[in-house]
Protein backbone atom coordinates (compact mmCIF):
# COMPACT_ATOMS: atom_id res chain seq x y z
CA UNK A 1 0.00 0.00 0.00
CA UNK A 2 3.27 2.44 0.45
CA UNK A 3 2.68 2.79 -3.24
CA UNK A 4 -1.11 4.02 -3.20
CA UNK A 5 -1.29 8.10 -2.73
CA UNK A 6 -3.82 8.55 -0.43
CA UNK A 7 -5.63 12.12 0.70
CA UNK A 8 -4.86 13.20 4.80
CA UNK A 9 -7.59 14.57 6.97
CA UNK A 10 -8.19 14.48 10.85
CA UNK A 11 -10.98 13.45 12.09
CA UNK A 12 -12.71 14.86 15.28
CA UNK A 13 -15.31 13.21 17.96
CA UNK A 14 -15.55 13.71 21.56
CA UNK A 15 -17.95 12.19 24.71
CA UNK A 16 -19.60 14.04 27.13
CA UNK A 17 -18.78 13.50 30.10
CA UNK A 18 -20.25 14.77 33.91
CA UNK A 19 -17.47 17.57 34.14
CA UNK A 20 -17.39 18.37 30.41
CA UNK A 21 -17.27 17.61 26.59
CA UNK A 22 -13.71 16.22 25.95
CA UNK A 23 -12.75 15.74 22.19
CA UNK A 24 -10.42 13.82 20.87
CA UNK A 25 -8.81 13.87 17.05
CA UNK A 26 -7.00 11.51 14.60
CA UNK A 27 -5.12 11.52 11.55
CA UNK A 28 -6.43 9.31 8.55
CA UNK A 29 -5.72 8.47 5.52
CA UNK A 30 -8.79 6.08 4.93
CA UNK A 31 -11.29 8.69 4.60
CA UNK A 32 -13.43 6.65 1.63
CA UNK A 33 -16.72 7.75 -0.50
CA UNK A 34 -19.10 4.43 -0.31
CA UNK A 35 -22.11 6.65 -1.63
CA UNK A 36 -24.02 9.85 -2.86
CA UNK A 37 -27.49 8.81 -2.52
CA UNK A 38 -27.69 8.95 0.41
CA UNK A 39 -24.64 10.71 1.02
CA UNK A 40 -22.07 7.53 3.18
CA UNK A 41 -18.51 8.04 3.59
CA UNK A 42 -16.44 5.41 5.63
CA UNK A 43 -13.38 5.33 8.17
CA UNK A 44 -10.91 2.50 9.14
CA UNK A 45 -9.73 2.73 12.69
CA UNK A 46 -7.91 0.23 14.84
CA UNK A 47 -9.77 -1.76 17.19
CA UNK A 48 -9.05 -0.93 20.72
CA UNK A 49 -8.36 2.49 19.88
CA UNK A 50 -9.41 5.15 22.51
CA UNK A 51 -10.13 6.89 19.23
CA UNK A 52 -12.74 4.71 17.84
CA UNK A 53 -14.29 4.54 21.38
CA UNK A 54 -14.45 7.75 21.62
CA UNK A 55 -16.50 8.10 18.24
CA UNK A 56 -18.81 5.02 18.77
CA UNK A 57 -19.91 6.36 22.15
CA UNK A 58 -20.60 9.74 20.30
CA UNK A 59 -21.58 8.49 16.89
CA UNK A 60 -20.58 11.97 15.68
CA UNK A 61 -17.51 13.00 14.07
CA UNK A 62 -16.17 15.86 11.36
CA UNK A 63 -13.52 15.48 8.81
CA UNK A 64 -11.19 18.28 8.32
CA UNK A 65 -9.46 17.90 4.68
CA UNK A 66 -5.73 18.72 4.81
CA UNK A 67 -4.08 21.06 2.66
CA UNK A 68 -0.49 21.43 1.27
CA UNK A 69 0.64 23.35 4.14
CA UNK A 70 -1.36 21.42 6.80
CA UNK A 71 1.94 18.67 7.43
CA UNK A 72 2.41 20.00 10.57
CA UNK A 73 -1.46 19.32 11.78
CA UNK A 74 -1.13 15.53 10.33
CA UNK A 75 1.55 15.06 12.46
CA UNK A 76 0.27 16.05 15.68
CA UNK A 77 -2.63 14.26 15.44
CA UNK A 78 -0.68 11.08 14.35
CA UNK A 79 0.64 11.20 17.92
CA UNK A 80 -0.25 9.15 20.82
CA UNK A 81 -3.66 10.08 22.50
CA UNK A 82 -2.83 11.96 25.41
CA UNK A 83 -0.87 14.16 23.14
CA UNK A 84 -3.31 14.75 20.34
CA UNK A 85 -6.06 15.60 23.62
CA UNK A 86 -3.69 18.38 24.58
CA UNK A 87 -3.09 19.84 20.99
CA UNK A 88 -6.67 20.30 20.97
CA UNK A 89 -6.69 22.86 23.57
CA UNK A 90 -4.28 25.02 21.90
CA UNK A 91 -5.26 24.71 18.21
CA UNK A 92 -7.75 27.11 16.66
CA UNK A 93 -10.55 25.00 15.94
CA UNK A 94 -14.52 25.64 16.11
CA UNK A 95 -17.50 22.92 16.76
CA UNK A 96 -19.17 21.82 13.56
CA UNK A 97 -22.71 23.13 13.21
CA UNK A 98 -24.39 20.30 12.76
CA UNK A 99 -22.58 17.43 14.92
CA UNK A 100 -20.40 19.93 17.32
CA UNK A 101 -17.36 17.84 16.63
CA UNK A 102 -14.40 20.19 16.12
CA UNK A 103 -13.35 21.68 13.03
CA UNK A 104 -10.22 22.59 12.61
CA UNK A 105 -8.35 25.27 9.75
CA UNK A 106 -8.68 23.17 6.62
CA UNK A 107 -9.56 23.82 3.21
CA UNK A 108 -12.78 21.27 3.21
CA UNK A 109 -14.85 19.63 5.75
CA UNK A 110 -17.83 17.32 6.37
CA UNK A 111 -19.32 16.01 9.54
CA UNK A 112 -20.93 12.61 9.69
CA UNK A 113 -23.78 10.70 12.15
CA UNK A 114 -23.02 7.05 12.40
CA UNK A 115 -24.90 4.54 10.23
CA UNK A 116 -23.00 1.38 10.33
CA UNK A 117 -19.86 -0.38 10.82
CA UNK A 118 -18.18 -3.79 9.67
CA UNK A 119 -15.54 -6.28 11.55
CA UNK A 120 -12.25 -6.19 8.91
CA UNK A 121 -9.36 -7.76 10.86
CA UNK A 122 -7.80 -5.88 13.04
CA UNK A 123 -9.79 -2.74 11.81
CA UNK A 124 -13.45 -1.28 12.05
CA UNK A 125 -15.00 -0.40 9.22
CA UNK A 126 -17.05 2.89 10.43
CA UNK A 127 -19.39 3.98 8.12
CA UNK A 128 -20.85 7.21 8.59
CA UNK A 129 -23.72 9.63 6.62
CA UNK A 130 -22.81 13.32 5.95
CA UNK A 131 -24.98 15.36 7.12
CA UNK A 132 -23.02 18.66 6.54
CA UNK A 133 -20.10 19.57 4.51
CA UNK A 134 -18.18 22.94 3.30
CA UNK A 135 -15.15 24.04 1.50
CA UNK A 136 -13.58 27.56 2.82
CA UNK A 137 -10.22 29.40 1.97
CA UNK A 138 -8.20 28.25 5.32
CA UNK A 139 -5.75 30.65 6.76
CA UNK A 140 -2.84 28.57 5.35
CA UNK A 141 -4.27 28.81 2.25
CA UNK A 142 -5.73 31.93 1.27
CA UNK A 143 -5.80 31.97 -2.48
CA UNK A 144 -9.81 31.72 -4.24
CA UNK A 145 -10.64 28.36 -5.19
CA UNK A 146 -7.42 26.99 -5.14
CA UNK A 147 -6.76 23.38 -2.97
CA UNK A 148 -3.47 22.03 -2.91
CA UNK A 149 -3.78 18.31 -1.40
CA UNK A 150 -1.25 17.20 1.39
CA UNK A 151 -1.20 13.62 -0.08
CA UNK A 152 0.58 10.72 2.17
CA UNK A 153 2.88 8.21 -0.45
CA UNK A 154 5.74 5.98 0.23
CA UNK A 155 5.59 6.47 4.07
CA UNK A 156 5.70 10.24 4.20
CA UNK A 157 3.36 13.11 3.08
CA UNK A 158 3.49 14.66 -0.22
CA UNK A 159 2.09 17.79 -1.99
CA UNK A 160 0.12 18.32 -5.36
CA UNK A 161 0.02 21.74 -6.73
CA UNK A 162 -3.17 23.14 -7.07
CA UNK A 163 -4.51 23.48 -10.72
CA UNK A 164 -4.25 26.32 -12.57
CA UNK A 165 -7.53 27.79 -13.89
CA UNK A 166 -6.89 26.76 -17.42
CA UNK A 167 -6.36 23.01 -16.20
CA UNK A 168 -10.38 22.82 -14.57
Not at 31 to 58: C, N
Not at 59 to 88: C, H, K, M, N, T
Not at 113 to 118: A, D
Amino acid sequence: MRRFATGVCVVSTFVDLPDGRRHNALTVNSLTSLSLEPPLVSLSLRRGSGFLADLMASRLWAVSVLDADSEDLARIFARPEEERRRALDGLPAEPGPSTGALLLDSGAWLECRYRNHVAAGDHDLVIGEVVDLGVRNSVRNSAPNSFSPLIFLHGGFHRIAAPTTGDR
